[in-house]
């Protein structure tokens, strides 16, 4: 069955902290890959998406994924977080091609960045 | 552009009666999309339109939930005869086929069952 699946729950960090969070996926086929955010009170916004080309994708906020294929993971990294970071994190998978009539999310980290 | 939009944002239903809601997308996108989420999950899936062809529907979507978009604009989805487990977040996304930028979100209405 097609899944995804995020590692951590939630996550504590203190700003200037690096990041990195886990995502891994079963999904037969190529795949799109994507990272959604939810901001306190706020609807999910798109963070960064993998279609292909190179593995590493940078998107906005200083945000980038890697995708390793032979891992089936697209894990989200940052540098160094800020407290206005935090949010709800969700990993995404869509089939590759005309029909991407459905994403797949995982259930989601929640980010907590102490000041 | 003011993104997409869903009402109402919050309601409050008794058990047993009907809800109805609606999404208004991004205008030029031809694609429309209906999302449940509860607490503590990621948003899952329910049906797609693109234009006003009913694409697909998942194994989630029951009798009692029916979506329309009849003019391949706004979209609404009902939940007959609720239930408690009906009570979630249920968010409209939409986007534009063939250049896949992936979906825009709108605010989601929640929706209680006492």
């Known amino acids: 069955a097609q899944s995804v699946s995020q590692h951590n729950h939630h996550v504590i960090l203190s700003e200037a902290a690096s990041l990195e969070l886990g995502c891994n996926y079963s999904y037969g086929g190529t795949v799109n890959l994507f990272w959604y955010v939810q901001y306190p009170g706020q609807h999910l916004q798109l963070l960064l998406k993998?279609?292909?080309?190179?593995?590493l994708v940078k998107g906005i906020k200083g945000f980038e994924a890697e995708f390793i294929k032979s891992k089936f993971s697209f894990n989200l990294r940052k540098p160094s977080v800020q407290w206005s970071d935090t949010a709800e994190y969700f990993c995404a998978v869509s089939g590759y091609g005309g029909s991407q009539g459905n994403l797949i999310f995982g259930k989601g980290t929640k980010l907590s960045v102490k000041p | 552009d003011t993104g997409v939009s869903q009402n109402p944002r919050h309601k409050i239903t008794k058990r047993g009666q009907n809800v109805t809601f609606r999404c208004d997308p991004i205008?030029?996108?031809?694609?429309l999309y209906w999302y449940r989420q509860t607490l503590g999950q990621g948003p899952e899936f329910l049906t797609y339109?693109?234009?006003?062809?009913?694409?697909?529907k998942s194994r989630l979507l029951s009798d009692r939930f029916s979506a329309e978009r009849p003019k391949g604009s706004f979209s609404t989805l009902e939940i007959q005869r609720t239930e408690q487990g009906d009570s979630a977040m249920y968010l409209c996304a939409s986007s534009q086929s063939g250049q896949y930028y992936g979906y825009t979100f709108g605010s989601g209405t929640r929706l209680t069952v006492v």
């Open positions: 205008s030029e996108h031809n694609r």
């Open positions: 993998y279609f292909s080309g190179d593995p």
């Open positions: 339109f693109q234009n006003e062809a009913q694409l697909e």
